[in-house]
DNA sequence: ACCGATTTACTTGACATCATGAAATATTCA
DNA sequence: TGAATATTTCATGATGTCAAGTAAATCGGT
């Protein structure tokens, strides 16, 4: 059983804390040198895929509606997004990425190296073992 | 090569985002279930190994002092940390963990199974690949 | 060994962002 | 018509930065 004092058990926790705080140094990073928070540019990165009406950007960011309304707020001041109305629904609100918003989402996706550099290290077999294991950790099956 | 458009480290990336997405989620209910925040949690945390220096704590969380004096004020109002002059340096202010504070930290240890019950499912020698892994892509050698 | 200048540790204040919750408005749906 | 939904606004609190201020330690020149 992995008790709480199972040795390997924490050190696995350890790395998983590790690989944590790592991954939001590097997301903050990036975000920062194109002077965007990280949930600013959480949602630009969800906004260049498609747009998406307020409440569903709350739903994905696990926070109030009411919340979403200053995030788009900022970065429609800055003309990364837009605010359209939903033709089918004129309660709703689209929120959209602007042709220079997709343009940053590009470029924070390029500069945001956090899995790309340190997992070159890595063999392909090695980086398909790391798969299969942490999907099985994370209680997902193969797709 | 591991590049951006490779399918499998395209797919471990996404996994890895979908690690810090779960353990935030168990972090932060297990510390709500205390009335804590993350960030107190997580200095309460520290401080119930040993005390630190308010400057520390800051080098810690990668932040700037002046925010520490604010979370150490808001767990100090609470009973669970308590300020204590450095005999060693009159300048340095230790936070300390009180016996209330100490115990609040064991609680949420054990309320924070995020890692403890999803690697129940992989043997022995799974997590010891698992992490020799992690430590490979954090760049770590065997301590 | 002394003393002034610099550095260090912490706090305070002003401000921006993120987060919640309650209330208001507009629109849809039963 | 009345209930439910989508968004916004407002009040409030936590977190974060930065600049300025206070207290204490340290350094360098005499």
Redesign the interface.
Known sequence: ????TDT??L???E??????A????EYDRAAAEHSLTGAQARVLGLLSLEPLPMRKIAVRL?CEPSNVTGIIDRLEARGLVERRPDPADRRVKLAAATDQGRRTAREL??ALD???E?????S?D??????D???????EEAP
Chains 1, 2 share one sequence.
């Open positions: 059983m992995a008790t709480r390997l058990t050190e696995v926790v790395l998983i804390g590790t690989v944590v790592r991954y939001h140094e696990k996706r390029d956090f899995a790309r340190p997992l070159a290290g890595l392909d090695e980086r398909t073992v790391l798969r294991l942490l999907r099985r950790m994370l209680g």
